[in-house]
């Protein structure tokens, strides 16, 4: 009966096209709670539910004889569910979506179990994430792929934009940008702490102290680029800074709501997040700096005061890739241009015209990778562009 299981699970899946399906498996670990069922029959049919099936398409499920196996198709998606073998066990269900090999039906069968299936069987107990995986043949090679792709608890915490927070099985929640992992920590229920992972420390700890102990008197430090938390953190560390600029990311909240208080979330006195986009905020101070450059010596002191007040003694630029093959998002690929973007953020870099203070500006640039949880910095494919 086993076998006859598997097959019939394995000939509905192998008849679709592999070049274009989408997966999901999902793997319940115990009986429903509440009212659910949680036989095969009643898994096949809430899923067809909630993917909306088509009216023609509302017939029950095939199922065995002793229902321990069933099965759904309608033309766009394909349904099974098979009985569990044990206590820790309870049941699987497989979702293909045929055709559905784009970004779309990925997420909306992430959503599925995260937003409607998980919480539908589980309802108070659902706080414990699912066990569940997502593949598909057109998702990027980047760390959220990954990650779904790992038949493993997680649930998804929030979402804003590019930018997404997960947690696993374990309490480590992990923050992405435009697939790409920033940071990650291990939460602490009890006192709702989250520990950033050595790694992220580091890094930060190596991309900041550098620059500011080079600088002679650094007062104000610019970040371009995405979850700068960890480096403003340690920037606060020097008293001389007086004020914190972040612009180009606008994932603050996701971090304030869920990252816990070792991320700067922009409370702190000095630090600001700038909204709009980085290009919009580099060209207008670099245009309002262009414009008091004139060139006499009554200019020049001008110049220099308004220079002070708009420029930056330190500008820290993250321009990231987004996934392991080091393909860049078109935003991040502007900024490599040699064109208007490096321009404006020439202009930006505080400088000494007179040569009174001997405290011209310092630029940071990373391109690309840095460690990641194993603390391996991927460099090859730095080099390899």
């Not at 002679?216 to 560390?237: H, M």
Request: proline residues 6%; contains cysteine; negative net charge.
């Amino acid at each position: 009966m086993a076998m006859f299981r598997t097959l019939l699970a394995v000939s509905l899946l192998v008849t679709l096209s592999e070049a274009h399906n989408t997966r999901l498996t999902y793997v319940l670990k115990g009986p429903p709670t509440g009212d659910a069922v949680g036989t095969p029959s009643d898994l096949v049919s809430r899923t067809a539910a909630y993917l909306s099936f088509p009216v023609a398409d509302a017939v029950p499920p095939s199922c065995l004889s002793d229902g321990s196996a069933c099965s759904l198709r309608s033309s766009g998606h394909s349904i099974t569910a098979i009985a569990g073998s044990g206590p820790d066990h309870h049941a699987t269900l497989s979702v293909v979506s045929e055709g559905g090999g784009d970004d779309g039906a990925r997420w909306a069968l992430v959503d599925l179990v995260s937003l409607c299936l998980h919480v539908d069987l589980y309802g108070d107990d659902a706080a414990a994430p699912p066990s569940f995986s997502v593949s598909s043949p057109s998702a990027p090679d980047d760390d959220l792929a990954e990650l779904l792709r790992a038949p493993s608890p997680k649930v998804l915490l929030g979402r804003s934009g590019p930018d997404q927070v997960w947690s696993d099985g374990a309490g480590v929640r992990r923050a992405y940008h435009r697939g790409r992992l920033v940071a990650s920590c291990a939460y602490d229920a009890g006192t709702a702490a989250c520990t950033p992972a050595d790694a992220d420390v580091i890094h930060a700890e190596a991309e900041t102290h550098p620059a500011l102990v080079s600088h002679t008197l650094p007062e104000r430090v610019l970040f371009v680029g995405p979850a700068p938390y960890l480096a403003v953190r340690e920037v606060l560390k020097h008293a001389s800074v007086r004020e914190i600029v972040v612009v180009g990311y606008a994932g603050e909240v996701l971090f304030e709501k869920w990252m816990g208080e070792a991320y700067v979330t922009g409370d702190e006195e000095g630090v600001r997040f700038v909204g709009g986009t980085a290009e919009e905020f580099l060209r207008a101070g670099a245009t309002k700096v262009r414009g008091l450059k004139f060139g006499t010596p009554e200019t020049d002191a001008v110049y220099d005061e308004a220079a002070r007040e708009l420029g930056f003694d330190v500008i820290f630029l993250h321009v990231p890739h987004t996934d392991r093959t080091g393909r860049m998002h078109g935003t991040y690929k502007n900024w490599l241009k040699y064109g208007q973007f490096h321009f404006d953020v020439e202009e930006m870099l505080y400088q000494d015209v007179n040569g009174e203070d001997e405290k011209d500006g310092i630029l940071v640039m990373n391109v690309g990778s840095e460690p990641g949880l194993d603390g391996v910095e991927r460099g090859d494919v730095e080099t390899g562009r």
